[in-house]
């Protein structure tokens, strides 16, 4: 039987999963299927792009909600028998600055950022068709948490070797030491945005692994997974003082994304205006950068 080749963006019924989603429409040869956690707001999103004549399908998706995540998965394999192309945007933040308890703030960022993000890998990366590509929507954030870790952390999250395993125990063990308040005495990074940071940094560690895991059981696929960082976006999360469009800011995803079918990279790489950067504590950041640590 053959099947049409089927995209995915989660979280994409506003802010730059929805700007990406419809660059997708545009360019990819092929089903688009915009995914988002409220039914009125996803399907009011693809009502929106319709009227712009594009044809996105819509599946309600909560990376919080296993049920949600497996019907998701029922749904592709039926259609589509499987997946060929998807961006992980879905995440939330809590807004500079934020009253909120940060033992409160890591249990619900950690949730969906990270652990959500895993589930919904754990479902749909065997799903994944031959050059197939596979986007996880991180953030310079999460090097600013790698710089600012004790150098013990440092060595874990740089390591080639971590697994995942090994990571999702240090992301549960940096909600633990939040709530016992010993989380700078562990050398968890003193850092604005901490349980976003943090967050950001688990995904592309995660994006690593599992790039290194697809080089090591289906070489022969020519999967390419990355993980990037947009820009500093004017979004609701980005707030208004950001420097870019949603448009400027869906550039470098849609580029990983509409990789051709013969390239060979990147893989496993953080990649920041369709570059690749160096993961590690000595990364030197942006001009730009200095205005977001401002607001902290």
């Known amino acids: 039987m053959s099947y049409s080749r089927v995209a995915l963006v ?6 730059i999963g929805f700007t990406i989603l419809r660059d997708l429409c545009q360019q ?6 915009l995914t988002a956690r409220d039914t009125t707001r996803g399907q009011a999103a693809v009502q929106q792009l319709q009227a712009q004549g594009l044809s996105p399908r819509f599946h309600q998706l909560d990376i919080d909600d296993p049920q949600s995540v497996r019907t998701l998965r029922d749904f592709l394999l039926k259609e589509y028998g499987g997946l060929d192309l998807l961006v992980n945007n879905a995440g939330i933040a809590y807004k500079i600055p934020d009253s909120t308890p940060i033992h409160i703030q890591a249990e619900v960022t950690m949730k969906t950022n990270f652990f959500g993000t895993r589930d919904l890998c754990t479902e749909l990366l065997p799903l994944i068709k031959p050059h197939g590509r596979v986007v996880n929507v991180s953030s310079i954030m999460g090097l600013l948490a790698l710089k600012n870790c004790s150098p013990e952390l440092q060595r874990k999250f740089t390591s080639e070797t971590i697994t995942e ?4 125990g240090l992301m549960k063990k940096f909600v633990e030491d939040t ?24 995904i592309t560690v995660l994006s690593r692994i599992y790039a290194r895991r697809l080089s090591e059981q289906r070489r022969g696929d020519k999967i390419l997974l990355n993980a990037c960082c947009p820009g500093w976006v004017k979004t609701d999360m980005g ?13 470098t ?6 990789l051709p079918s013969d390239a060979k990279g990147p893989h496993g790489e953080f990649v920041m205006e369709k570059k690749v950067e160096k993961w590690g504590p000595l990364y030197e950041y942006p001009p730009w950068f200095s205005r977001i640590l401002s607001l902290g």
């Open 165 to 168: 395993e090994e990571l999702v």
């Open 239 to 251: 707030g208004p003082e950001a420097i870019k469009t949603p448009e400027e800011g869906a550039e």
């Open 253 to 258: 995803p849609v580029y990983l994304a509409l």
């Open 10 to 15: 989660t979280g994409a019924n506003k802010g």
């Open 28 to 33: 990819f040869p092929g089903d688009v299927v």
């Open 179 to 202: 709530k016992n308040g010993v989380h700078i005495k562990e050398g968890w990074p003193d850092v604005m945005a901490m349980a976003y940071a943090v967050s950001k940094m688990g």
